[in-house]
């Protein structure tokens, strides 16, 4: 499948970028008066670890994906 849909709501998430009108700050600084945390940025299309929540005995602790945006709604990724 194609993941456009998703690039491009990454780079828009992404680009709510700094400006030399507002000073350099970006619209939630602005807002908040808190730089954003940069820290939880991932490169889109990188491959990712999840670990799982429920475990059987033999089960494995983590999953294989692929990075693919953030969740407007959460503090999730897009996986």
Not at 7 to 30: D, Q
Not at 38 to 48: E, I, L, Y
Not at 50 to 67: C, H, I, M, P, Y
């Amino acid at each position: 499948t194609s993941l456009w849909a998703e690039a491009v709501n990454t780079a828009i998430f992404l680009n709510r970028c700094l400006s030399r009108v507002t000073g350099h700050k970006t619209p939630l600084e602005l807002w908040s008066g808190k730089k954003p945390d940069v820290r939880k940025f991932k490169t889109f299309g990188s491959h990712v670890t999840a670990l799982r929540k429920k475990l059987g005995l033999w089960d494995a602790r983590s999953e294989n994906f692929v990075f693919v945006g953030y969740s407007t709604e959460s503090k999730a990724y897009g996986l």
